[in-house]
């Protein structure tokens, strides 16, 4: 009981709290790599939407800002912290993304977001202990945005291969494995991975580069700088609106890559996203 009152301080933010609290102590995910062990995981797709953090009482980014969605949205909510994604379905990211930023709660946009959640931070015992708790407290019939993953036992790695290509070609971003015997805990372990097409990582925008030749008077190129300290320049991927209006210094963003070179530059980085949760 002393670690669940204890967890569930440190998650409980007050409604009276600024737009910008401390950010919540979230598990965060690892990549999967072919050769690691898949015993006692727990597969499901990821969903390619904005991560939510429910502390009982009001939303919040992963970064620790407040997201201003109707009081409909989160009505008759358990109070038991949540772990989540805030989602819209396949190949939305860009609602999601423009409907969690937003500080003035659209109706129409929200009813076509989910809350799909994955854990349960505030509850002691291992995942497997956890998910068997999500699972008593959702669905609630009069919800249903607000939903469990669906889980399932991982089997081997061709099984994995294969359930990740049906995923991607259904228009989903990948999967998700989480360990049974995990306890909950912050910040990046093996306990939970992302099983991906491709690999992804994030930077931060140090410039904007001119374009040439059909990109001219426009950005050509980003400027980026990884948590490692790579500093790269980030040149495909755009669309002609991005180039007109790019990233702004500061910001960070998300690329996918396909390997490092021997200095540590990603291979083939094409740009994704603007993290909008920093």
């Known amino acids: 009981m002393r670690r669940r009152g204890l967890l569930l301080a440190a998650f409980s933010f007050a409604l009276s709290a600024p737009a910008w609290a ?14 690691m062990p898949l015993d006692g995981y727990w597969v499901s797709e990821k969903y390619d939407g904005v991560r939510g953090f429910w502390d009982g009482q009001a939303l919040w980014t992963r970064g620790g800002e407040r997201i201003a969605a109707p009081a409909w949205f989160t009505a008759g909510w358990p109070q038991q912290p949540m772990d989540g994604e805030l989602w819209a379905g396949r190949g939305r990211f860009e609602h999601a993304s423009g409907t969690v930023r937003s500080q003035a709660p659209d109706d129409a946009a929200w009813r076509a977001m989910r809350f799909m959640a994955f854990d349960l931070p505030a509850e002691s015992g291992d995942f497997d202990h956890r998910l068997q708790v999500l699972q008593r407290l959702l669905p609630i019939k009069a919800i249903p945005w607000l939903e469990p993953v669906r889980q399932e036992r991982a089997t ?6 294969r359930q990740l290509d049906a995923t991607v070609r259904a228009g989903g971003e990948g999967l998700m494995l989480h360990r049974g015997s995990s306890l909950y805990g912050a910040g990046r372990s093996a306990d939970l991975l992302k099983v991906k097409p491709y690999d992804d990582a994030e930077a931060v925008v140090l410039a904007h580069l001119p374009g040439q030749g059909r990109h001219a008077g426009r950005m050509g190129a980003l400027q980026v700088r990884t948590p490692e300290g790579v500093v790269f320049k980030l040149g495909g991927g755009f669309t002609d609106a991005q180039r007109d209006d790019p990233p702004p210094v500061g910001s960070t963003v998300t690329y996918r890559y396909n390997g ?19």
């Open 156 to 161: 081997t790695a061709e099984a994995l291969r």
């Open 260 to 278: 490092l070179t021997a200095q540590g530059v990603p291979r083939f980085a094409r740009f994704m996203r603007v993290r909008t949760d920093r």
């Open 22 to 35: 401390a950010q919540p102590a979230l598990m965060l995910a690892e990549v999967w790599r072919p050769g």
